[in-house]
């Protein structure tokens, strides 16, 4: 799902034994109008939720339905609350009767379904404030997060994206034209047609280059020379104030 917000992809989690509730949740999620981009994983139990979370991990919200068979969204929540403290947890009920439960392990919200989308909102701006800026991208492990102020530079070969981050080096599958809007608002810019630079790196731009904080030195087209030097000025500004 494409993103007409800037940001990065949120990592959901859905988990209902009612194939049509399931679906429904899933349609209120995907929705035109609800401009998250974001990346679904259905779960039809929460036996099954638990031990997929215990291998692979690494969701930003997880949607439990409270009137499961196998495991309530209560036990449900507390067995991933056993390997994650942090991850949000919404839990989706048609009746508010086991509110109190619901706070014990620390749920983002306990809603009845009228209120799902805004409440929804709601945790993802949450979610933006707690975690800052982070970059995902696919790797051999599965999906690698590391944050973008650590990031120095994207490059573009083909079909391969490079990445030169304080972390070390990493190398997906990809475009440019997806890392630049994907890193919209983010302090990035591209310098040059294979290259985007982290304006928090920059230390120096010259005629047809720009020299990063870590002494790397980065080519710049000719075409983009007083964009980028504007660019820069406009950053550093917004950084003073």
């Keep these: ?37 974001l990346e679904l994983s259905s779960f039809h139990d929460g036996v099954e939720l638990a031990q997929a979370y215990k291998k692979e991990g690494q969701f930003d919200l997880i949607i439990l339905d409270m009137m499961m068979d196998r495991l309530n969204g209560i036990e449900t929540a507390l067995k991933i609350r056993k390997v994650d403290q942090n991850v949000a947890i919404l839990i989706v009920t048609a009746t508010v009767e086991y509110a109190i439960e619901g706070y014990k392990i620390n749920a983002a919200r306990y809603i009845v379904k009228p209120e799902f989308q805004k409440i929804t909102k709601n945790i993802f701006a949450s979610i933006d404030k707690k975690r800052g800026a982070y970059y995902r991208f696919p790797s051999k492990s599965g999906t690698t997060v590391i944050s973008m102020e650590d990031i120095f530079y994207f490059e573009s070969d083909i079909r391969s994206i490079h990445i030169s981050s304080r972390q070390g080096d990493y190398t997906f599958t990809g475009r440019i034209s997806a890392v630049e809007e994907q890193t919209e608002g983010h302090g990035f810019l591209r310098v040059h047609k294979s290259f985007i630079v982290n304006l928090k790196h920059v230390h120096n731009i010259f005629k047809d280059s720009v020299t990063l904080d870590n002494g790397e030195v980065i080519p710049l087209s000719h075409h983009r020379h007083r964009e980028v030097n504007q660019k820069f000025l406009d950053y550093m500004e917004e950084q003073i104030i």
């Design 1 to 37: 799902m494409d993103s007409e917000r800037g940001s990065l992809m949120y990592k959901v989690a859905i988990c209902d034994d009612n194939p049509a509730d399931l679906q429904l949740i899933t349609d209120y999620l995907t929705e035109p109008e609800f401009h998250y981009p």
